[in-house]
């Protein structure tokens, strides 16, 4: 399943198309409507105050319920748009924001407003596509379930990655901030409101478990390579700067007799006592949970002064942005990691 | 330039087979015999002590010393081969290996004798294959280099990654252990030796900054983001657990105002103050350099026993491998990260 | 520029989303309309009486009138849409239609009225995708224009494949029956209103001519070959079921001596005094115009009754198929053979 | 599987890298060497006298007789070369053969020799690949089977389109002229002989089918269509001009009510009284035999004098070419076109 965002945040519709969808799955829109609210805006004082409407209008690829395995399309309109004059975008680029690669990568075409192609926005749609993921997932018994792992340093409790702690994420999935630990979960959002009061703005990590693969999944070679796949779709989630698998930078720190999980029996099965490999070695499934952890930086668009230059003038500038600005978008990026791990697990699966 | 890397560590040969050269490339090659002998075993203690004579055998794709554009495979004979039982590996497989994952993917087929298609001598081919996509990327301006960032949590001094480090790159290539500050540098090499004569062995991070991209390459989306390319293109490096663009995963930390790069003028050309970005906004680089870190996890292969399973009984096991393994792969990692770079690179402006 | 034609003749909408697009392109509406008009339906006897409005909705990539370089979709809402029943096709498929074969592929899911996705009416967006890519190629001096070279068996004049005819097949696509003999065209219009008379359809073949490539556009191999590539797009045409380039099946019938090209050179080029190769050998172009001819089949869709089978009884039965059909669609395909080449040569020079 | 053919008729092997390849096949050398010998050369008058030995050297991807799953190269080193003269190639071009365009896209850095990488010897690795991907399909009941359909216009019975006749064709496989009618094939013969006396070549036509597959494989869309996908991979092979399913180009000539395949049921199955289809409608298979022609050129390469041009002093020119030429390689393209079509298949049902 091969899929295609496009849209603008100030255009005529946000969307998707997929194709190489398999027929007959019943689009269960309870379950894809609950995705698309764990991501939306305007619940509280974490999130911009923008409210989106998010309606799904199906043009194609679905038939009397179900996906019917032709190219699938669906678009969400959009509507709270603010006439607004965001002219001054174009002349003085928002540092770390894609305003300033854009207009070098599309000379100068592509539309600026609120971000255009490059806004949060479009997340919306990849989030309703992965809900579609996540239900052929379900079928084949694979769960994706992620949590926060961190917000400005203050740290959750990480999974288990050893057991199947799939029922433990789906009770995270109905919080309105998704961490295993409430009163770490208190702290960072502490932490988010004195930055929004600050004009300023907070990242954070984002842990997601894969239940349900089997062993022997993947390739050590470029084009078949399971982290590599996984990578490539995580990467296209706005924000994500790193990624690591199972404890990924921490086992540099580490000797191989702590770093190897021992392999063992256990109802006749082969698995290991540890996970610290995230359930992938040499590229391929272990069958253990495949576990990984993906760093969300600060959203860049803040409201305090910043430097940077006018390009029409050339010559160095102070930019104030006002507006209605996500302090946070980590505990949004939630489902976002998940719907990208679908959509890549389901290619994946092929 | 796009490549299959073939071969297995006790099977005839080893090699690459490269589309999409460019015609007319003068192979220099001197420098593909640097960038080998960097990666070459046998040098000293830090390493294995099987030596490799690797001499490339070309049979497509040159002619009169220069690539023709069409397909381009050369090999590498496999000589020095121990002759001894390898047979343990297919019931005991070693912890964090592939030992096991090549058995359920590929179902007992595959060539498990010394590691196989899963040795890291596979790298050499990837390396020499590296060398010859600098050279193209040289002619265009770009330069690719990496040092040890850590070993064991000893640090490197970091580069710094708003300025042009070539010329430090490029000596940095001619040391045996390729480290900015020397003194870490023992540190480490002491490290490693600590953890040969245990019986054990370590891991560390590699820092790499590729030079001379000019801003606008790449796109937000899933087959064109540059973050994305790179991520798919460094995990089939194996050993590789994960990999951070810019100040990546201590981005999560920070603050916006912290973590993002402001803009300035400089020279009549639009630069950022800092680089914590690595380079790329929204999947596209900004004219930066563009800078990343991976994590090497410690080698699975240590000599210390180690619980396993007797896959033909069905049992919990004890394994104890001999033999020559190497205590650290991160220094030999170093051309092999560069080198899957380039090659990451040329395919992208391809 | 890759596409993807999405949607079902009954369903909300169709359209195409296209990624890779250049930025910055104008997009020219006259010239997409008028390509637009050149398949539209209902214009004569010869094809259906069935009006679709066509109108497009530019839904994303597209900014102040020119393209942005991001994913770009536009979509034609479904309007002139008959309500009545279109189950008979779920059990009596029409012989040599798509409408077992989609059932067997889709698993029974896929929307059956109208011909669903396998509708003629997926042509008008590949057929405005096209106009998009006839303006990129414009700007590069690429020019392709077609013409009817037979129906029925009845063949129109021969394209001088050798000569640069560009302009007189621009007027030839101001025809409501391209051809560049009328005198064949009215007996060619003439057996396709007999055949309506009866009942029955017809068929034909195009001829269709790329001028402006240079030399040295391909490759020999399996994924650069501008044959293969031009053939696989064109299959994806409905009711194409045959391909060959310059003289193709006849070269067969030819010795050498009579099938080679001999080069000769004029104003200090280098060309060929004959184009029977039709511009590619090795499957690289040669510099000479690139041409091919398709077979379209019949029409399958005819009101004879026919032998077919009940899919529900299990048994054989018998088939009229009452409504709207086009007798021939070979001069409504001249307009889509042309997008269809356009799409692939854009992607080819990428 | 995908495939990369490399090598060049005068470097130092030739040879093909397999990726994809399932693992556990039992290499059947015996079906292999025998597929080789049906393209070798020298058998008699109707080839070029040239000797190849063409022995397999095994690089990687085979272990203990059987394919591993991981990348699988082979080599044929190429022996049997004249040390003569190859210049005359870089000056004066063959008409019709790549010899220009070779040199247009590769910028005059190909090796010429012999026809360097557009060699006919390229497809001997072809074959051998082949004969695996034969293996892997009749493992799933499918068999490919091909006939020379015509040569000089001289023309073969053709196979009975909605019959399984590969019990036929499998016979047909072990003539040293593969055709049906033996009496066609003398007066074939014959003319081959005649043109050779000439100085000159002949070209034919091949009709290949496909058995076993069953209904539903495929799609309308670019990207899943079956005949794009086998066109794509029987135009990667040299000479061949065009290819038709079914009764392609005569389906032009015919009405629906005549083109049209009515269904039927046979002992419980839906299957077509003809087959003029070629057994693919929409794309996708109807699980009636696909049975497709290809067009094949005949031999650029004759010793009759031809008119080519001088690219160093560019200025019109003679050419006589002498040695060792095919009079017609269709007889040999039988096994080749097979090859392409099974390697399409393998990487189709993938």
Redesign the interface.
């Known amino acids: 399943m091969n899929?295609?965002?496009?849209?603008?945040s100030h255009?005529?519709?946000?969307?998707v198309?997929l194709?190489?969808v398999p027929?007959?799955i019943e689009i269960n829109m309870d379950a894809l409507l609950f995705e698309m609210s764990r991501r939306a805006t305007g619940k509280n004082k974490l999130s911009t105050a923008r409210k989106e409407a998010d309606e799904i209008?199906?043009?194609?690829?679905v038939?009397e319920g179900?996906?019917?395995?032709?190219?699938?399309?669906f678009?969400i309109r959009n509507t709270d748009q603010h006439s607004k004059d965001y002219s001054q975008l174009k002349v003085l680029?928002r540092?770390?924001?894609?305003d300033?690669?854009?207009m070098?990568?599309?000379?100068?075409?592509?539309?600026y407003r609120g971000g255009?192609?490059?806004s949060g926005r479009l997340t919306a749609p990849l989030v309703a596509a992965g809900a579609i993921a996540k239900q052929i997932l379900a079928d084949k018994g694979i769960f994706i379930g992620a949590h926060i792992a961190?917000v400005?340093?203050i740290y959750d409790t990480p999974l288990d990655s050893a057991a199947d702690q799939r029922e433990l994420l789906r009770e995270v999935a109905y919080k309105e901030f998704p961490v295993l630990d409430d009163g770490a979960g208190q702290r960072m959002q502490a932490d988010i409101l004195q930055?929004r009061e600050?004009g300023?703005?907070?990242?954070?990590?984002i842990q997601c478990a894969i239940y349900g693969l089997s062993?022997?999944?993947?390739?050590?070679?470029?084009?078949?390579?399971l982290?590599?796949?996984l990578?490539?779709?995580?990467?296209?989630v706005?924000a994500?700067?790193?990624?690591?698998?199972?404890?990924?930078?921490a086992?540099?720190?580490?000797?191989?007799?702590?770093?190897?999980?021992?392999?063992?029996?256990e109802d006749?099965q082969?698995r290991?006592?540890t996970n610290?490999?995230?359930g992938?070695?040499?590229?391929?499934?272990?069958?253990m949970p495949v576990v990984f952890t993906v760093?969300?930086?600060?959203?860049?668009?803040?409201s305090?002064e910043?430097?940077?230059?006018n390009?029409s003038t050339?010559?160095?500038a102070r930019l104030s942005i006002h507006g209605r600005h996500d302090p946070c978008i980590v505990h949004r990026a939630v489902p976002v990691v998940e719907a990208a791990a679908a959509l890549a697990i389901v290619e994946f699966l092929k």
């Open positions: 899929y295609t965002i496009f849209g603008e255009g005529n519709a946000i969307g198309t194709t190489g027929s007959g209008e199906w043009l194609s690829g038939f179900k996906t019917t395995g032709t190219p699938l399309t678009i680029p540092p770390s924001h894609a300033y690669t854009g070098m990568r599309y000379e100068g075409c592509n539309d255009g192609h490059f961190s400005s340093g930055a600050e300023d703005s907070v990242g954070g990590t062993a022997g999944l993947g390739a050590p070679d470029l084009n078949e390579n982290e590599g796949e990578a490539r779709h995580l990467f296209a706005p994500v700067k790193g990624i690591e698998f199972g404890d990924g930078f086992l540099a720190g580490l000797r191989g007799s702590q770093a190897n999980d021992p392999f063992c029996m006749g082969v290991t006592r610290r490999s995230g992938i070695n040499g590229g391929i499934t272990n069958g760093a969300i930086r600060p959203t860049p668009s803040i305090r910043q430097d940077t230059v390009l050339g010559e160095n």
